[in-house]
């Protein structure tokens, strides 16, 4: 009997599986060169399905040595055109002649290809999938029932990251490295397997990585150049659980089953962000919406009732636009990484479908950095409705964005009237941020007071040990934003700077006082750049107020514009009670002097041998009138 197998049947093992079997006996296997040539191309390009197509080329020549069959190469090797042509069928029209000249069959797993194949008046052996039980993967040896994701590297010990998504461990699993054989057998099971399984398939493939689904689980194979060394890693869910399960439950679902919104569900990688938002996608359609996912790689874990769509072409932009066709109520996006992906979900958001987008993000701050850095501020809240902070699983934290015209409350200003986005706690209804356009540049500001960096309680009470390692980590995250603080007012000035973290969302920052000005900037530009970027409120005062004064004398005398002004060996001091808290720039006559931060007495110090005291007595005897206006 002769077989002429094609590339697909070579690369998902089934020809040798059968002649074990015993379905081939005596059978001559006619290998084309044009499958040696395309899993050549394949394995120089990194893509793992070459590398299994050539050990199962290598499994067929040692069945031969063994009589268990007889295997020769035939035919005429593609020239470079004709490989590169391959996807248009001209590979696969070689391989069909070489059939037609030895009069064999051909077994392809490959449906239009046995279709044309049978157009030629071949006699075709047509491979389905197959569908029954399959044995277990070699992989699932490192895997037990707590066990959350496995890491293979050649040259390196398994190890295993284990226990539940609140509390995971990374422990060894054996102490014998892995070698590079091992996984090479390994990587052509999963790839067999992947294309066998009809709930398994192949989900991206490139140069050196290969991502694979098989069942529940997303298994990563990488090689040489992409990696230093062969690796697999492979995730899986380790509990099933529901909306139901989540502490902002009946929160959620109000906000999902009332109206159409945009929900964003953000956290750090492994957070359980996928989890919850499969566990919103089958509570939406199992409430009675149409409900669809995009997912590049598609791993949720859904209902078969909701379809699964994954970029086409290699491009979301046009997924958007056939699932658009497809009238959906809900649309579930996971992951927004690329601009591109940010783009898609504002548009099919302001089309008028439900959206509910999943992005890393440690916090709502970065959320809103995340999102601002690629869309215009006037569509965030036509866009986004609901924001999830989930951290160990947990819905942590939720925020509803409300737009509106008012004058900001986060900096002092004159009363403007502008657009503002405010970010509000969903639980206590307390205002955390404001979102602005202010000279030209969008602010993210905290509210005083407000919970936004803060965890709400979700539970009991947690053991001593533990709460003291969150303090140490509260206490050097507070140590790193300090430094971050430090290093962003250094850039205004050449002396030390000196950061006090009064609380998570506010700091006290001294620095020398002739560098106030630059710091603050005109219209304190700079401070409220600053205060943008690190996500802290920043109130910046000259050092001459950070050490305690003695008692004195202070002669204190009253300008011609109302500003009274008092001095004594040290200090000069501004005193405006009604300016209290806000910051103002300060002019003589018309000339603009510096920006300063009125204190909480209603009163701006600075340093008497200062350039800017200096500059404020020369004006002062000079008759000049020295006046105030809030920034």
């Not at 239009?112 to 006699?123: I, M």
């Amino acid at each position: 009997m002769k077989l002429v197998p094609d590339t697909s049947v070579i690369i998902d093992g089934r020809i040798t599986s059968l002649i074990k079997k015993g379905e081939y006996p005596d059978a001559e296997i006619i290998i084309p060169e044009a499958v040696v040539a395309e899993l050549e191309s394949q394995a120089n390009q990194g893509r793992e399905i070459g590398f299994s197509g050539l050990a199962e080329l290598q499994q067929l020549c040692r069945m031969a040595a063994e009589k268990m069959c007889s295997i020769r190469f035939v035919g005429e090797r593609p020239s470079f055109d004709q490989v590169r042509l391959a996807s248009g069928g001209e590979i696969d029209a070689m391989i069909r002649a070489v059939a037609i000249e030895n009069q064999a069959v051909f077994v392809t797993s490959d449906r239009v290809q046995s279709e044309v194949a049978r157009a030629k008046g071949l006699e075709v052996q047509y491979l389905r999938p197959e569908i029954g039980e399959f044995a277990p993967l070699g992989i699932d040896q490192f895997f037990d029932e707590h066990t959350l994701a496995v890491y293979l590297k050649e040259n390196v010990s398994p190890s295993a990251r284990r226990g539940s998504i609140q509390d995971t461990r990374l422990v060894q699993v054996r102490e014998q490295p892995s070698s590079e054989y091992e996984l090479i057998g390994l990587a052509q099971e999963i790839l067999e397997r992947a294309k066998r399984s009809p709930d398994s398939f192949i989900e991206h493939e490139s140069r050196g990585i290969t991502i694979a689904q098989i069942g529940s689980m997303r298994i990563a194979i990488a090689r040489p150049p992409f990696v230093d060394g062969m690796e697999i890693t492979a995730v899986r869910p380790v509990v099933d659980i529901s909306l139901d399960d989540y502490g902002q439950a009946d929160m959620l679902k109000e906000r999902l089953a009332g109206r159409k919104v945009g929900v964003l569900i953000a956290g750090k990688p492994g957070a359980g962000k996928t989890t919850l938002a499969q566990n919103c996608a089958t509570f939406l359609s199992t409430s009675g919406f149409i409900t669809k996912t995009m997912e590049a790689p598609r791993d949720m874990q859904v209902p078969d009732l909701i379809s699964q769509y994954t970029a086409l072409d290699g491009s979301m932009e046009a997924t958007a636009e056939m699932v658009m066709l497809l009238r959906p109520d809900y649309v579930v996006y996971d992951e927004l990484r690329r601009t591109e992906d940010f783009r898609v979900f504002a548009d099919m958001r302001l089309a008028g479908v439900g959206m509910i987008g999943v992005l890393h993000a440690e916090n709502i701050h970065a959320v809103l950095l995340r999102f601002l850095n690629r869309l215009d501020f006037g569509t965030l809240s036509r866009i986004i409705d609901t924001i999830v902070i989930v951290e160990k699983g947990e819905a942590r934290q939720v925020f509803d964005l409300e737009f509106g015209l008012r004058a900001p409350e986060s900096i002092a200003n004159d009363g403007t009237v502008m657009p503002v986005v405010t970010v509000i706690d969903a639980v206590s209804r307390v205002r955390a941020m404001e979102v602005f356009r202010y000279d030209g540049e969008v602010m993210i500001m905290p509210l005083s007071g407000a919970p936004a960096a803060r965890e709400q309680d979700s539970g009991p009470t947690e053991p001593v040990a533990e709460r003291g390692h969150d303090e140490r980590r509260e206490r050097n995250g507070l140590r790193n934003v300090e430094r971050e603080i430090q290093r962003e007012i250094g850039r205004y000035t050449d002396g030390p700077v000196e950061v006090k973290m009064l609380s998570e969302t506010k700091a006290l920052v001294f620095i020398d006082d002739k560098d106030v000005p630059a710091a603050i900037g005109k219209g304190g530009k700079n401070v409220a750049s600053i205060v943008n970027r690190v996500g802290v409120g920043i109130d910046i005062r000259p050092r001459s107020e950070s050490a305690p004064q003695p008692a004195q004398e202070a002669e204190e005398v009253v300008n011609e514009g109302g500003i009274r002004i008092r001095t004594d060996r040290k200090n000069l001091s501004i005193i405006v009670p009604d300016q209290s808290g806000k910051i103002v720039d300060v002019f003589a006559g018309k000339e603009y002097l510096f920006t300063a931060t009125v204190n909480e007495n209603g009163e701006i110090h600075l340093a008497r041998n200062s350039t800017i005291a200096q500059e404020m007595q020369k004006r002062y005897m000079n008759g000049e009138v020295i006046r105030m206006r809030p920034v």
